[in-house]
């Protein structure tokens, strides 16, 4: 087992000791036997959550109704869930209630797909009830059990069948891209915030094309907020090579770029998606310098409006379409600004009131920007006596 499990181990060792069983599950799993990084560690086990609190001395209730407890054991964290099955699915969503069971068959059969269902021994050894294993080599998702039934208790899973495809680079098998074919439209039923969180992780994948590829041939994009009648535009983007994104601010602003979405329209876009407010504004950054890098028009003043982080957001996303700057000519050019930002301005509103041309009000910040402007092209020199008199004859012509 790799590295990161060796502190995890004596965790499981303490529930098999007290008479339950314990297992890692999940991703953790999948990712071990693909030789892939893990990011967290996910614990089954057959213990009740009162069981496992009466085992460990450190543990905090984050889902306790689920069944999961978290133990802390030497300054980590493990998340510890309940054997359980999943009844009364209504409207297509994840249920309202979960039974805890002991059998390890039982959960991993309400898992999604074979490649997720599989668990892992503190000693090494897989359970592997659904051919999972085999489906690893073979780079397949497919649905544990019948994929129609699979898709109608949780429609979340057609998404996440999508994005596992981008994150792992793997084919859907047929029988569940049929089945997702088939229910797509019952997506319509899934909580925006749940079904945005799997498409950035689609957009974000190490095979974005081959994920986005299944979204749109399956028809689920049809029930997505903005994009049910951008076929087009969705396809266009499956002949971008090279697509590398680093976060989510330049997934929502390729797709804004892909989109033709300008001002308003990205706000209006984004709010659908239920995104948060801050990276409305980042896109809102974002997109404008797309287009200025793609018309060859990138100011000064662009630079300075956008800050950094959305130079450098708005030059990788145009580096999927070849709009590209190289990365050193367009930081020379960032570095070479005479102020990066208003507060690095030699005088302020208060510094113009005391020299008693200007008082409080629009006209203030009017010839603050005027300053500001001239400074970051480099028109004035950045010298508190120099634009000290440069507000004075502005004050002068504008008052
Ligand atoms: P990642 O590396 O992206 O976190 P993961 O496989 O750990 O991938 P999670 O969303 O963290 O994915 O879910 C953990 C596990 O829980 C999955 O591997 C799967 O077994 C199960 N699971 C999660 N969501 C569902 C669902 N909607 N339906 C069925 N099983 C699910
Ligand atoms: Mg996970």
Redesign the pocket.
């Known amino acids: 087992l790799p590295a990161i499990f060796t502190p995890a181990r004596p965790v499981l060792q303490k529930i098999e000791q007290a008479g339950f069983e314990a297992y890692f599950?999940?991703?953790?799993v999948?990712?071990t036997i693909l030789g892939d990084p893990i990011?967290?560690i996910?614990i089954a086990t057959s213990a009740y959550p009162s069981e496992i609190k009466a085992i460990f001395k450190r543990t905090v209730d984050t889902g306790i109704e689920h069944g999961t407890v978290m133990i802390l054991d030497h300054g980590t964290g493990y998340e510890t869930t309940t054997f359980r099955t999943e009844s009364g699915y209504q409207d297509y969503r994840?249920p309202d209630k979960v039974t805890f069971v002991r059998s390890l068959a039982e959960d991993l059969k309400?898992?999604?797909f074979t490649i997720?269902?599989l668990a892992l021994r503190e000693n090494g050894e897989v359970i592997d009830l659904f051919d999972g294993l085999t489906d690893l080599k073979k780079h397949l998702i497919r649905a544990v059990g019948d994929p129609n039934e699979r898709f109608h208790e949780?429609a979340?899973?057609m998404m996440?069948a999508v994005r596992f495809a981008s994150?792992l680079g793997f084919m859907i098998d047929p029988a569940t891209l049929a089945g997702i074919k088939q229910n797509a439209p019952l997506l319509a039923k899934i909580a925006v915030e749940r079904i945005q969180v799997e498409f950035e992780?689609l957009l974000l994948g190490q095979q974005p094309v081959s994920g986005l590829k299944d979204f749109i041939a399956t028809g689920l994009y049809q029930y997505c907020p903005g994009l049910a009648d951008q076929k087009d535009a969705l396809s266009g983007l499956l002949v971008l090579n090279n697509w590398q994104l680093a976060n989510t601010q330049q997934a929502w602003a390729m797709i804004c770029v892909q989109l033709g979405l300008t001002g308003q329209q990205i706000g209006r876009f984004l709010k659908q998606w239920k995104t948060s407010n801050d990276l409305i504004k980042q896109v809102k950054k974002i997109v404008p310098l797309v287009a200025s890098l793609r018309n060859n028009t990138l100011s000064a003043m662009d630079l300075f409006e956008g800050g950094w982080q959305a130079v450098q957001d708005a030059n990788q996303v145009a580096k999927l379409y070849g709009w590209v700057k190289d990365d050193s000519e367009i930081e020379n050019q960032y570095q070479a600004l005479p102020i990066k930002s208003s507060k690095e301005l030699a005088v302020d509103g208060r510094t113009l009131i005391v020299d008693g041309q200007l008082k409080p009000g629009p006209l203030l910040g009017k010839v603050l920007n005027d300053l500001t402007r001239a400074v970051v092209q480099g028109q004035l020199t950045n010298d508190r006596e120099t634009l000290l008199a440069t507000a004075r004859q502005l004050a002068e012509e504008k008052g």
Request: proline share 0%; hydrophobic share 15%; glycine share 10%.
């Open positions: 599950v999940g991703g953790c999948r990712d990011h967290d996910d994840r309400r898992r999604d997720n269902a949780d979340l899973r996440r994150k992780k």
